[in-house]
């Protein structure tokens, strides 16, 4: 009886609490997440400032943006030229290299003049462009690079984070990154052959056709069943919480911290907050590593490494993957996975994974330790421009 009684406590408990953090923490879902609700302003601003009809999302050119400095709070601007190229803080005459890849490459947290890619561009004498855009995965740079070619520039660099296995096998990023409500974007699959299915958000979609495209959407996202739908809290609350125990103990402990000293006013409760989102990006870091064993995950990324490779080489370019691992990635042992994956690739490609470099050194003070998995400091894109010189140099390139 007493064993009845405590399941209904700690059923009513979670009620209330999971009700309440879902208000303000977007990694909690309940119920009434599956419905799609989206806002009509934030789709209009999405359209204006970063759609792309084959990519999901892009930097616009002759744009402007900021990102928000950790420590300081203050605003980091940055350009977009012409082109569609991160501006270079010291410019040249020539231009030799071209580097795509996800926000590693972009240089998310710094601005313009402290990219890897403007610490590169000094040492060759050269300009290094950077067409990296934020939260892309393996799949959208091939389309990228395949968009803009750059046949000109005979060096091309491919960088991404080891997290790209799962971003290849997402068509809705909301499935795979809970409130990421417009990251819609094309997607690989195999069927036969191997195939492309392109972002379904078209140029004249219209706002009250997105829940049927998002419904659309998990029919092909793996993500759907593999994680959304198995997080969403549904009575008995209890069940969804005992599926991921050690998880969700942690983030309603955070929270509900978090939630006490604001209300006492104590200026420090932000940093809880943090930590029960640094528990989620963890999380999903520990399980992109697993997919590094998952045959399906590796046929998909092996493919579109092999496509690159080809459309490279078709364009007579020297071509180098670059391997960014996220500041988790260093603290889990789980990332001997992706490490033995792309050892196994260096027979066939040219792949620099700064994974052993960064963990010879005192990894933690070149991040900048951001809320989504910390990007590289200023000293971590010198370090990073450093590593990939003398691994050129020592080809012969420069």
């Given at each position: 009886?007493?064993?009845?009684?405590?399941?209904?406590?700690?059923?009513?408990?979670?009620?209330?609490?999971?009700?309440?953090?879902?208000?303000?923490?977007?990694?909690?879902?309940?119920?009434?997440?599956?419905?799609?609700?989206?806002?009509?302003?934030?789709?209009?601003?999405?359209?204006?400032?970063?759609?792309?009809?084959?990519?999901?999302?892009?930097?616009?050119?002759?744009?402007?943006?900021?990102?928000?400095?950790?420590?300081?709070?203050?605003?980091?601007?940055?350009?977009?030229?012409?082109?569609?190229?991160?501006?270079?803080?010291?410019?040249?005459?020539?231009?030799?290299?071209?580097?795509?890849?996800?926000?590693?490459?972009?240089?998310?947290?710094?601005?313009?003049?402290?990219?890897?890619?403007?610490?590169?561009?000094?040492?060759?004498?050269?300009?290094?462009?950077?067409?990296?855009?934020?939260?892309?995965?393996?799949?959208?740079?091939?389309?990228?690079?395949?968009?803009?070619?750059?046949?000109?520039?005979?060096?091309?660099?491919?960088?991404?984070?080891?997290?790209?296995?799962?971003?290849?096998?997402?068509?809705?990023?909301?499935?795979?990154?809970?409130?990421?409500?417009?990251?819609?974007?094309?997607?690989?699959?195999?069927?036969?052959?191997?195939?492309?299915?392109?972002?379904?958000?078209?140029?004249?979609?219209?706002?009250?056709?997105?829940?049927?495209?998002?419904?659309?959407?998990?029919?092909?996202?793996?993500?759907?069943?593999?994680?959304?739908?198995?997080?969403?809290?549904?009575?008995?609350?209890?069940?969804?919480?005992?599926?991921?125990?050690?998880?969700?103990?942690?983030?309603?402990?955070?929270?509900?911290?978090?939630?006490?000293?604001?209300?006492?006013?104590?200026?420090?409760?932000?940093?809880?907050?943090?930590?029960?989102?640094?528990?989620?990006?963890?999380?999903?870091?520990?399980?992109?590593?697993?997919?590094?064993?998952?045959?399906?995950?590796?046929?998909?990324?092996?493919?579109?490494?092999?496509?690159?490779?080809?459309?490279?080489?078709k364009n007579k370019q020297k071509l180098f993957f670059i391997i960014f691992p996220q500041l988790?990635?260093?603290?889990?042992?789980?990332?001997?996975?992706?490490?033995?994956?792309?050892?196994?690739?260096?027979?066939?490609?040219?792949?620099?994974?700064?994974?052993?470099?960064?963990?010879?050194?005192?990894?933690?003070?070149?991040?900048?330790?951001?809320?989504?998995?910390?990007?590289?400091?200023?000293?971590?894109?010198?370090?990073?421009?450093?590593?990939?010189?003398?691994?050129?140099?020592?080809?012969?390139?420069?």
């Open positions: 009886m007493y064993f009845i009684y405590s399941v209904i406590i700690f059923e009513i408990f979670l009620y209330i609490t999971i009700k309440i953090l879902n208000k303000n923490f977007k990694w909690i879902l309940i119920k009434k997440n599956e419905n799609f609700i989206f806002d009509n302003t934030k789709f209009t601003n999405f359209i204006n400032t970063s759609y792309d009809k084959e990519l999901g999302w892009d930097k616009k050119p002759n744009s402007t943006g900021f990102d928000l400095a950790v420590s300081s709070k203050k605003k980091i601007k940055y350009k977009i030229d012409k082109n569609g190229s991160r501006d270079l803080f010291f410019k040249f005459n020539t231009s030799k290299i071209s580097s795509f890849g996800d926000s590693y490459v972009f240089c998310r947290n710094v601005n313009d003049k402290n990219t890897w890619q403007t610490f590169l561009s000094k040492k060759i004498k050269s300009n290094v462009l950077n067409y990296g855009v934020g939260n892309y995965g393996l799949d959208q740079i091939y389309l990228k690079f395949k968009k803009k070619s750059h046949k000109k520039n005979k060096i091309i660099l491919i960088g991404f984070v080891p997290e790209t296995i799962c971003r290849i096998q997402s068509y809705w990023k909301n499935f795979l990154e809970f409130g990421n409500y417009y990251g819609f974007k094309p997607v690989f699959f195999f069927k036969k052959k191997f195939l492309l299915k392109k972002n379904p958000i078209k140029e004249n979609t219209l706002f009250k056709n997105l829940p049927n495209i998002a419904y659309y959407c998990s029919k092909f996202d793996r993500f759907y069943n593999e994680k959304f739908i198995r997080h969403i809290f549904k009575f008995p609350y209890f069940i969804t919480f005992l599926t991921f125990p050690i998880y969700y103990s942690k983030i309603i402990f955070f929270l509900i911290v978090s939630k006490i000293l604001k209300f006492f006013k104590y200026k420090y409760h932000e940093n809880f907050y943090d930590l029960a989102l640094s528990c989620v990006i963890k999380n999903n870091i520990k399980n992109s590593h697993s997919l590094y064993k998952d045959y399906k995950s590796l046929k998909i990324l092996k493919h579109l490494l092999r496509k690159i490779k080809y459309f490279s080489k988790d990635d260093l603290k889990l042992n789980s990332r001997i996975n992706y490490q033995k994956f792309f050892i196994s690739l260096k027979k066939n490609y040219n792949i620099i994974d700064l994974t052993e470099s960064f963990l010879n050194i005192n990894y933690e003070k070149i991040y900048t330790n951001d809320k989504y998995g910390g990007h590289l400091s200023k000293k971590g894109n010198m370090i990073a421009s450093n590593l990939i010189y003398k691994y050129l140099a020592k080809c012969k390139l420069l």
